[in-house]
Protein backbone atom coordinates (compact mmCIF):
# COMPACT_ATOMS: atom_id res chain seq x y z
CA UNK A 1 0.00 0.00 0.00
CA UNK A 2 2.64 2.62 1.14
CA UNK A 3 4.54 1.64 -2.36
CA UNK A 4 1.49 1.88 -3.99
CA UNK A 5 1.28 5.57 -2.33
CA UNK A 6 4.63 6.40 -3.24
CA UNK A 7 4.31 5.44 -7.06
CA UNK A 8 0.97 7.54 -7.32
CA UNK A 9 2.73 10.61 -5.56
CA UNK A 10 5.63 10.59 -7.86
CA UNK A 11 3.35 10.50 -11.32
CA UNK A 12 1.61 13.49 -9.82
CA UNK A 13 4.87 14.89 -8.97
CA UNK A 14 6.18 14.62 -12.71
CA UNK A 15 3.08 15.70 -14.20
CA UNK A 16 2.69 19.29 -12.31
CA UNK A 17 6.65 19.69 -13.23
CA UNK A 18 5.47 18.69 -17.08
CA UNK A 19 2.57 21.01 -17.02
CA UNK A 20 4.45 24.45 -15.51
CA UNK A 21 7.25 23.42 -18.53
CA UNK A 22 4.94 22.98 -20.80
CA UNK A 23 3.28 26.24 -20.19
CA UNK A 24 6.28 28.23 -19.75
CA UNK A 25 7.34 26.49 -23.25
CA UNK A 26 4.61 27.53 -24.68
CA UNK A 27 4.38 31.05 -23.56
CA UNK A 28 8.18 31.05 -24.92
CA UNK A 29 7.29 29.71 -28.41
CA UNK A 30 9.93 27.17 -27.55
CA UNK A 31 8.85 24.59 -30.21
CA UNK A 32 11.71 22.01 -29.39
CA UNK A 33 11.18 22.12 -25.57
CA UNK A 34 7.53 21.22 -26.60
CA UNK A 35 8.56 18.26 -28.65
CA UNK A 36 10.94 16.52 -25.68
CA UNK A 37 8.01 17.17 -22.78
CA UNK A 38 5.58 15.60 -25.40
CA UNK A 39 7.81 12.59 -25.22
CA UNK A 40 8.00 13.13 -21.16
CA UNK A 41 4.36 12.92 -20.96
CA UNK A 42 3.85 10.02 -23.36
CA UNK A 43 6.00 7.99 -20.57
CA UNK A 44 3.46 8.40 -18.26
CA UNK A 45 0.25 7.50 -20.37
CA UNK A 46 0.25 4.03 -19.08
CA UNK A 47 -0.35 4.98 -15.35
CA UNK A 48 -3.47 3.77 -14.48
CA UNK A 49 -5.26 6.36 -12.44
CA UNK A 50 -3.72 9.67 -14.15
CA UNK A 51 -2.59 8.45 -17.78
CA UNK A 52 -5.75 10.49 -19.03
CA UNK A 53 -3.84 13.84 -17.90
CA UNK A 54 -0.56 12.64 -19.01
CA UNK A 55 -2.33 12.52 -22.19
CA UNK A 56 -3.67 15.29 -22.27
CA UNK A 57 -0.55 17.42 -21.50
CA UNK A 58 1.16 15.04 -24.77
CA UNK A 59 -1.88 16.70 -26.60
CA UNK A 60 -1.83 20.00 -25.66
CA UNK A 61 1.82 19.57 -26.25
CA UNK A 62 1.46 18.66 -30.06
CA UNK A 63 -1.27 21.22 -30.38
CA UNK A 64 0.50 24.39 -28.82
CA UNK A 65 3.38 23.22 -31.15
CA UNK A 66 1.18 24.12 -34.27
CA UNK A 67 0.18 27.52 -32.73
CA UNK A 68 3.38 28.69 -31.72
CA UNK A 69 4.76 27.02 -35.45
CA UNK A 70 1.94 29.19 -37.11
CA UNK A 71 4.13 32.22 -36.50
CA UNK A 72 7.38 30.25 -37.44
CA UNK A 73 6.62 29.52 -40.90
CA UNK A 74 5.86 25.81 -39.95
CA UNK A 75 4.87 23.90 -43.00
CA UNK A 76 1.38 22.35 -43.86
CA UNK A 77 2.59 18.88 -43.70
CA UNK A 78 4.40 19.06 -40.43
CA UNK A 79 1.23 21.14 -39.10
CA UNK A 80 -1.04 18.29 -39.73
CA UNK A 81 0.93 15.50 -38.42
CA UNK A 82 1.08 17.45 -35.02
CA UNK A 83 -2.34 18.12 -34.94
CA UNK A 84 -3.28 14.21 -35.81
CA UNK A 85 -0.79 13.58 -33.02
CA UNK A 86 -2.76 15.85 -30.76
CA UNK A 87 -6.47 14.49 -31.70
CA UNK A 88 -4.69 10.76 -30.79
CA UNK A 89 -3.86 12.10 -27.34
CA UNK A 90 -7.10 14.21 -26.47
CA UNK A 91 -8.88 10.87 -27.86
CA UNK A 92 -6.74 8.79 -25.80
CA UNK A 93 -7.70 10.86 -22.92
CA UNK A 94 -11.11 10.57 -22.88
CA UNK A 95 -10.96 6.62 -23.19
CA UNK A 96 -9.46 6.16 -19.86
CA UNK A 97 -11.68 9.51 -18.63
CA UNK A 98 -14.66 9.59 -20.76
CA UNK A 99 -16.33 13.12 -18.43
CA UNK A 100 -13.31 15.27 -18.84
CA UNK A 101 -14.27 18.16 -20.77
CA UNK A 102 -10.77 19.76 -21.12
CA UNK A 103 -10.12 17.26 -23.55
CA UNK A 104 -13.05 17.51 -25.15
CA UNK A 105 -12.54 20.86 -25.86
CA UNK A 106 -8.71 20.82 -26.96
CA UNK A 107 -10.05 17.64 -29.48
CA UNK A 108 -12.55 20.01 -30.72
CA UNK A 109 -10.08 22.78 -31.07
CA UNK A 110 -7.79 20.51 -33.22
CA UNK A 111 -10.56 19.13 -35.25
CA UNK A 112 -11.70 22.32 -36.21
CA UNK A 113 -8.24 23.24 -37.43
CA UNK A 114 -8.17 19.72 -39.46
CA UNK A 115 -10.80 21.34 -40.75
CA UNK A 116 -9.30 24.56 -42.90
CA UNK A 117 -6.44 21.67 -43.98
CA UNK A 118 -9.16 19.69 -45.84
CA UNK A 119 -11.23 22.77 -47.63
CA UNK A 120 -10.32 21.06 -50.93
CA UNK A 121 -11.99 17.43 -49.85
CA UNK A 122 -15.59 18.88 -48.79
CA UNK A 123 -16.97 15.85 -47.16
CA UNK A 124 -13.88 15.74 -45.55
CA UNK A 125 -13.90 18.81 -44.07
CA UNK A 126 -17.82 18.55 -43.15
CA UNK A 127 -16.83 15.65 -41.00
CA UNK A 128 -13.92 17.42 -39.14
CA UNK A 129 -16.57 20.11 -38.28
CA UNK A 130 -19.08 17.77 -37.43
CA UNK A 131 -16.26 16.20 -34.61
CA UNK A 132 -16.16 19.62 -33.57
CA UNK A 133 -19.25 20.89 -32.88
CA UNK A 134 -19.88 17.11 -31.24
CA UNK A 135 -16.99 17.42 -29.02
CA UNK A 136 -17.69 21.15 -27.83
CA UNK A 137 -20.95 20.27 -27.10
CA UNK A 138 -20.27 17.70 -24.88
CA UNK A 139 -17.63 20.33 -22.99
CA UNK A 140 -20.38 22.39 -22.90
CA UNK A 141 -22.96 19.97 -21.18
CA UNK A 142 -19.89 18.94 -18.92
CA UNK A 143 -18.27 22.08 -17.73
CA UNK A 144 -19.98 25.18 -19.33
CA UNK A 145 -18.33 27.72 -17.25
CA UNK A 146 -14.86 26.05 -17.72
CA UNK A 147 -12.91 29.56 -19.19
CA UNK A 148 -10.66 26.52 -21.57
CA UNK A 149 -14.40 24.94 -23.07
CA UNK A 150 -15.48 28.85 -23.48
CA UNK A 151 -12.24 29.98 -25.55
CA UNK A 152 -13.12 26.94 -27.95
CA UNK A 153 -16.50 27.67 -28.16
CA UNK A 154 -15.50 31.47 -29.60
CA UNK A 155 -13.44 29.72 -32.16
CA UNK A 156 -16.58 30.19 -34.81
CA UNK A 157 -17.77 33.06 -33.65
CA UNK A 158 -14.60 35.11 -33.94
CA UNK A 159 -12.84 33.21 -37.59
CA UNK A 160 -16.58 32.74 -39.31
CA UNK A 161 -17.30 35.60 -41.54
CA UNK A 162 -21.34 37.27 -40.39
CA UNK A 163 -22.99 35.32 -43.04
CA UNK A 164 -21.62 31.82 -41.64
CA UNK A 165 -22.43 32.62 -37.78
CA UNK A 166 -19.54 34.87 -36.81
CA UNK A 167 -20.37 37.57 -34.74
CA UNK A 168 -17.44 39.57 -32.84
CA UNK A 169 -20.00 40.78 -30.30
CA UNK A 170 -20.68 36.73 -29.22
CA UNK A 171 -16.45 36.38 -29.25
CA UNK A 172 -16.47 39.46 -26.79
CA UNK A 173 -18.81 37.62 -24.50
CA UNK A 174 -17.71 34.54 -24.61
CA UNK A 175 -13.89 36.24 -23.89
CA UNK A 176 -15.36 38.24 -21.25
CA UNK A 177 -17.38 34.69 -19.55
CA UNK A 178 -13.30 33.16 -19.59
CA UNK A 179 -12.04 36.24 -17.50
CA UNK A 180 -15.03 36.09 -14.86
CA UNK A 181 -14.71 31.75 -14.62
CA UNK A 182 -10.81 31.87 -14.74
CA UNK A 183 -9.62 30.76 -11.43
CA UNK A 184 -6.17 31.74 -10.20
CA UNK A 185 -3.49 29.25 -11.72
CA UNK A 186 -2.73 26.25 -8.99
CA UNK A 187 1.22 25.96 -9.23
CA UNK A 188 0.61 22.34 -7.16
CA UNK A 189 -2.21 20.80 -9.39
CA UNK A 190 -1.46 18.81 -12.34
CA UNK A 191 -4.80 19.54 -14.06
CA UNK A 192 -5.02 22.36 -16.91
CA UNK A 193 -6.11 25.61 -14.84
CA UNK A 194 -4.79 28.37 -17.90
CA UNK A 195 -7.36 30.80 -19.41
CA UNK A 196 -7.27 33.82 -17.53
CA UNK A 197 -4.30 35.10 -19.60
CA UNK A 198 -5.72 33.36 -22.63
CA UNK A 199 -9.20 35.52 -21.91
CA UNK A 200 -7.37 39.01 -21.89
CA UNK A 201 -5.21 38.08 -25.24
CA UNK A 202 -7.99 37.12 -27.07
CA UNK A 203 -9.94 40.67 -26.14
CA UNK A 204 -6.96 42.11 -27.17
CA UNK A 205 -6.71 40.28 -30.29
CA UNK A 206 -10.09 41.15 -31.10
CA UNK A 207 -10.37 44.72 -29.89
CA UNK A 208 -7.37 45.53 -32.21
CA UNK A 209 -8.79 43.91 -35.21
CA UNK A 210 -12.66 44.65 -35.03
CA UNK A 211 -14.18 46.65 -37.97
CA UNK A 212 -13.64 50.16 -35.46
CA UNK A 213 -10.59 49.54 -33.19
CA UNK A 214 -10.23 49.90 -29.52
CA UNK A 215 -6.70 50.70 -29.37
CA UNK A 216 -7.17 51.39 -25.35
CA UNK A 217 -8.55 48.34 -24.61
CA UNK A 218 -6.52 45.88 -26.63
CA UNK A 219 -3.67 47.77 -25.12
CA UNK A 220 -5.05 47.48 -21.25
CA UNK A 221 -6.21 44.12 -22.04
CA UNK A 222 -2.53 43.11 -23.84
CA UNK A 223 -0.38 44.17 -20.95
CA UNK A 224 -2.60 42.83 -18.34
CA UNK A 225 -1.67 39.15 -19.93
CA UNK A 226 1.61 40.08 -20.13
CA UNK A 227 1.46 40.90 -16.36
CA UNK A 228 0.14 37.37 -15.66
CA UNK A 229 2.64 35.78 -18.38
CA UNK A 230 5.35 38.14 -18.68
CA UNK A 231 7.04 35.28 -21.10
CA UNK A 232 4.33 35.28 -23.48
CA UNK A 233 6.20 36.04 -26.82
CA UNK A 234 3.02 36.43 -28.66
CA UNK A 235 1.49 39.23 -26.83
CA UNK A 236 5.19 40.45 -26.05
CA UNK A 237 6.62 40.54 -29.09
CA UNK A 238 3.81 40.12 -31.65
CA UNK A 239 0.50 41.63 -30.70
CA UNK A 240 1.63 44.77 -28.64
CA UNK A 241 3.64 45.95 -31.57
CA UNK A 242 0.51 45.42 -33.90
CA UNK A 243 -1.53 47.15 -31.42
CA UNK A 244 1.32 50.42 -31.48
CA UNK A 245 1.49 49.87 -35.34
CA UNK A 246 -2.07 50.73 -35.56
CA UNK A 247 -2.20 53.40 -33.15
CA UNK A 248 0.79 55.38 -35.36
CA UNK A 249 -0.78 54.58 -38.07
CA UNK A 250 -4.23 56.15 -37.12
CA UNK A 251 -2.26 59.53 -36.19
CA UNK A 252 -2.95 62.38 -38.13
Same mark, same amino acid.
Given at each position: ????????? =????????????????D &??? %???????????????????????L?D??? $??????I? @?N $?????????E?????????? %?F???????? %?????????????????????????????????????????????????R??????????????E? $???????V? =?Y???????A????????PD??????????? &????????????????N????????????? @???????????KG? $???P
Open positions: MATQFLAAA =LVISRLIALKGALMSA &YRG %DILRLAALRTEAKALSGDRELGYAYWS $GFASWRV @V $GASAKMTPEAKTNLNQAVA %DESSLTKKS %DFADAYASAAAVHGWLAMYKMSDPDAMKREIETFKQQINRALELQPTNPVLWIEAIPYATLPKR $GGSTEKAA =LQAMLDNAPLVPDSPLWGRAEALMSLA &YTQLNQRSPDLDAAMSAKAAIRLQPEWHY @VKDILIPQIEAK $GAQ
